[in-house]
T-cell receptor
Framework: QKEVEQNSGPLSVPEGAIASLNCTYSDRGSQSFFWYRQYSGKSPELIMSIYSNGDKEDGRFTAQLNKASQYVSLLIRDSQPSDSATYLCAVNGGNQFYFGTGTSLTVIP | KAGVTQTPRYLIKTRGQQVTLSCSPISGHRSVSWYQQTPGQGLQFLFEYFSETQRNKGNFPGRFSGRQFSNSRSEMNVSTLELGDSALYLC????????????????FGQGTRLTVV
């Protein structure tokens, strides 16, 4: 059983702070990792993908991957109220995606 | 480039009825996956289709079925609807086979919100 685990939160951070979201996965052979953002009542939106160990930065977002520890994280710098959403970690295991249950983030103005 | 299109966006059905939902993937994407999302359960995988063949199936009863057409469009059907089937049904498409990392990305449609009364 391939699993993806996330802390469900809720996670609250003040505006301008760094939000840190974490995810672990069970399948050591996984090669592709993703973070989706989902606003309430909307569909998930892909915001970051990472395929190799290390950091990948895109604007205020940084994804970090450590395959040895089977750990993926997402850092959101200078958090804004518009970042308030549920963040889903996903792992591509062949021809199926495995999703975590999501972490709810609230950015307090 | 058009995104993933799901129709209809909203549906209200009565218990015992059946429903068909449609998904048109991004042009060139041949893999289509379906998910059910409810507030307490998160994203639950229903099934995945590629080249008109179901390759993976989640743990849902046989009332849930799907198919994919030669143009990669997919439909899912739920028969004998139950109140518990009320959910947001999401379709995601991806490129297959993946030639590199970015080819494995999956993109979601806006979803169909089904309410069973």
């Amino acid at each position: 059983q391939k699993e993806v685990e996330q802390n469900s939160g809720p996670l609250s951070v003040p505006e301008g702070a760094i939000a840190s979201l974490n995810c672990t996965y069970s399948d050591r052979g996984s090669q592709s990792f993703f973070w989706y953002r989902q606003y309430s009542g909307k569909s998930p939106e892909l915001i970051m993908s990472i395929y190799s160990n290390g950091d990948k930065e895109d604007g205020r977002f940084t994804a970090q991957l450590n395959k040895a520890s089977q750990y993926v994280s997402l850092l959101i710098r200078d958090s804004q109220p518009s970042d308030s959403a549920t963040y889903l970690c996903a792992v591509n295991g062949g021809n199926q995606f495995y999703f975590g249950t999501g972490t709810s983030l609230t950015v307090i103005p | 480039k058009a995104g993933v299109t799901q129709t209809p966006r909203y549906l209200i059905k009565t218990r015992g009825q059946q429903v068909t939902l449609s998904c048109s993937p991004i042009s060139g994407h041949r893999s289509v996956s379906w998910y059910q999302q409810t507030p307490g359960q998160g994203l639950q995988f229903l099934f995945e289709y590629f080249s008109e063949t179901q390759r993976n199936k989640g743990n849902f009863p046989g009332r849930f079925s799907g198919r994919q057409f030669s143009n990669s469009r997919s439909e899912m059907n739920v028969s004998t609807l139950e109140l518990g089937d009320s959910a947001l049904y999401l379709c995601a498409s991806s490129l297959w086979p993946p030639m590199g990392g970015a080819d494995t990305e999956a993109f979601f449609g806006q979803g169909t919100r089904l309410t069973v009364v």
